[in-house]
């Protein structure tokens, strides 16, 4: 059987991004200290459907062993409604899963961080999925920049997939709700 005739066996739900939260670590900042934001969010739909261990059978069977992710997060200032300027970014930054063949039926991936630590292997297929697909970045701006006074943000983000014998190529992009901090 083909690629092309083995991803339409399946059929998965559109993939977007949901729970996409920035989190201010405090409301007001002095001038001389780093504005810390937490910024976080979930790939779901489709590609979380599809990283199952049925289809890691099929993927390691067709030699096709190896899911990458590429994102891009940002965090921009609001000037009324409209966006100002880009303050902090993550960068393009990639995640990857690699199928591996183990003897737990269940676990047969080993995710990949961007930041090159040593390979995380899952406890769980849960796990496997939120290793790969549940993003927790924390950006710091110098509140200097950013001057004296309140100031309104907002994030986006972006991720986006190859093709594999089980999903079609896609991405997803998102913006989060507006944060309101002060600077003194």
Do not use: C
């Not at 549940?134 to 509140?143: F, M, S, V």
């Amino acid at each position: 059987m083909t690629w092309a005739d083995r991803r339409r066996e399946y059929s998965w739900p559109s993939t977007r991004i949901a729970d996409f939260q920035l989190i201010p670590e405090k409301k007001l900042y002095g001038r001389d200290e780093p504005v810390i934001v937490n910024l976080g969010f979930r790939v779901v739909g489709g590609l979380r459907e599809s990283f199952i261990p049925d289809v890691w059978t099929v993927a390691w069977e067709e030699n096709d062993k190896l899911i990458r992710l590429t994102m891009n997060a940002s965090l921009s200032l609001l000037r009324g409604r409209v966006l100002a300027r880009r303050i902090a970014s993550i960068g393009k930054t990639v995640r990857k899963a690699k199928f591996y063949w183990s003897r737990d039926p269940d676990l047969w991936s080993a995710i990949i961080h961007e930041d090159g630590s040593a390979p995380i292997i899952p406890t769980s297929v849960e796990d496997a999925k939120a290793k790969l697909l549940d993003i927790t970045k924390r950006l710091e701006i110098p509140a200097r920049a950013l001057g004296r006074g309140r100031h309104t943000m907002v994030g986006s983000a972006k991720v986006s997939w190859g093709r594999r014998i089980y999903i079609e190529k896609g991405t997803a992009s998102a913006k989060s709700k507006r944060v309101e901090i002060a600077v003194e």
